[in-house]
């Protein structure tokens, strides 16, 4: 059994989706791009920008669920560029304190609405 996390300081979902799903100990957060909540519009079409909003969208989620980034076990990160590994890279580290999370990092030929990157994360509440 598990309950949908939502929350209005993350964008909307743009599709039959929710923001994150409680199951368990475990929270499945939904792939963020770098939709502002407010506006549901790009912040910005900068790659530092965008991976920013990103992960603050996912930290929204987090806090809606009583938990941080440092409850983080997995995250997937999409780019559209991999020229742009370094700058996703350097932002979501700025996020995360040691232990990182398990992770992988994979360029796709597209992301929803033209986004740059795409992050998804599972955190474990302990």
């Known amino acids: 059994m598990f309950k949908t996390i939502s929350t209005h300081k993350a964008p909307a979902a743009i599709g039959p989706y929710s923001q994150a799903a409680d199951v368990g100990n475990l ?15 790009f912040v910005s079409y900068d790659v530092k920008d965008q991976t920013e909003q990103v992960m603050k969208n996912i930290g929204a989620i987090l806090e809606e669920a009583g938990l941080t ?28 304190t040691e232990p990182y999370p398990a992770r992988a990092a994979i360029e796709v030929s597209r992301l929803p609405k033209g986004a740059k990157v795409e992050i998804e994360a599972i955190a474990v509440k302990e």
């Open 27 to 41: 929270l499945f957060i939904s792939g963020q791009i770098p939709l502002d909540p407010e506006t549901q519009a």
């Open 69 to 96: 980034y440092n409850h983080i076990a997995k995250a997937n990160i999409y780019l559209a560029n991999m020229d742009d590994f370094t700058t996703v890279n350097e932002v979501y580290a700025s996020f995360l």
